[in-house]
C-alpha cells in the first residue's frame, strides 16, 4: 500500500506542477530539445527569477534536469528528464525537407545520429562538423556496431559545404551550438564521448542519441 501512495502521490505532484500555463510552456519548449535558461527566458519573456523559480519546481519533480555546458561552464542546458512525461503526448515537430546532424569535429556524436535518423525516418539526413577531424572516431565506429550500426566508410565533413536553403538543425554538441548560434531547428546537449574515450562513455552517447532520434521521427514530416 505504501507503494501505491508513493506513486499516486508522485503523479499528482508531476500534474500539479504542469498545472501552470507557463510551466507547461517550459515542457513544450524542452520537449524535443534542450535550451539554455537565457534562451527559455526569451522565449518566454519572463524575469531571471520567475523562471529560476519554475525550473527549481519542475527539477524537483523530476521532470527536468539542468547540466554545465561542455563549452562555456558559466552556461547550463535545460533537459527532459526521460521517461518522465510518458502519459502525455508531444506536439509535432514541424517539417523538413532535410535534417543535418552538427558536432564540432563530425567524428562520433553527429556521425551516430545521421546513422540512426536513417534507420528512423524517411527524411533525408547528413551529419557534418564545424571543425571537422581527420576521421570517425575508432571508439565511435565500434559503439555503432555493438549496437547493429554500420559507420564504416563515413568521413567527416565541414558544415559550410553541405549546408543548404532550409535545412533542419540538430546539433549534438555545445560547443557546436554556441558557435553556430540561432539555426532552425534542434539542439541536444549530448556528453562529448571522445573526450572520455571510454566504451561506457560512447554507449552512452549511443543510446543518448538512440532514444531522442525515437522520440524525435514521429513528429518530423517530409517538406
Known amino acids: 500500500m505504501n507503494i501505491e501512495r508513493t506513486d499516486l502521490e508522485e503523479r499528482a505532484a508531476r500534474h500539479a506542477a504542469l498545472s501552470d500555463p507557463a510551466r507547461l510552456r517550459i515542457v513544450d519548449l524542452l520537449t524535443l530539445g534542450d535550451l539554455s535558461p537565457t534562451d527559455l527566458q526569451a522565449q518566454l519573456g519572463m524575469s531571471s527569477s520567475l523562471l529560476a523559480h519554475h525550473l527549481n519546481l519542475l527539477e524537483h519533480e523530476g521532470i527536468v534536469a539542468r547540466t554545465r555546458s561542455e563549452a562555456d561552464r558559466r552556461r547550463s542546458y535545460v533537459r527532459m528528464m526521460p521517461g518522465s ?15 543535418v546532424f552538427v558536432c564540432t569535429a ?3 556524436r ?20 564545424t ?5 570517425v572516431d575508432p571508439g565511435a565506429v565500434a559503439a555503432a556496431e555493438r549496437h547493429g550500426v ?7 565533413q565541414l558544415l559550410s559545404s553541405v549546408a543548404e ?3 533542419f538543425y540538430v546539433t549534438v554538441c555545445d560547443v557546436a551550438h554556441e558557435e553556430i548560434g540561432s539555426v532552425p531547428g534542434l539542439h541536444w546537449s549530448v556528453p562529448d564521448p571522445v573526450r572520455d574515450g571510454s566504451d561506457q562513455a560512447f554507449d552512452a552517447a ?8 525515437g522520440e524525435l521521427a514521429p513528429l518530423l514530416t517530409a517538406a
Open 165 to 167: 536553403a532550409d535545412d
Open 106 to 108: 563530425n567524428s562520433a
Open 85 to 99: 512525461l510518458d502519459h502525455l503526448g508531444a506536439a509535432s515537430a514541424g517539417a523538413a525537407h532535410r535534417i
Open 110 to 129: 553527429s556521425q551516430i545520429a545521421a546513422a540512426l535518423w536513417g534507420t528512423a525516418s524517411g527524411i533525408p539526413a547528413v551529419s557534418a562538423g
Open 150 to 156: 554500420n559507420l564504416r566508410g563515413r568521413k567527416p
Open 131 to 135: 571543425h571537422p577531424a581527420a576521421r
Open 206 to 213: 549511443f543510446e543518448n542519441i538512440a532514444r531522442r532520434i
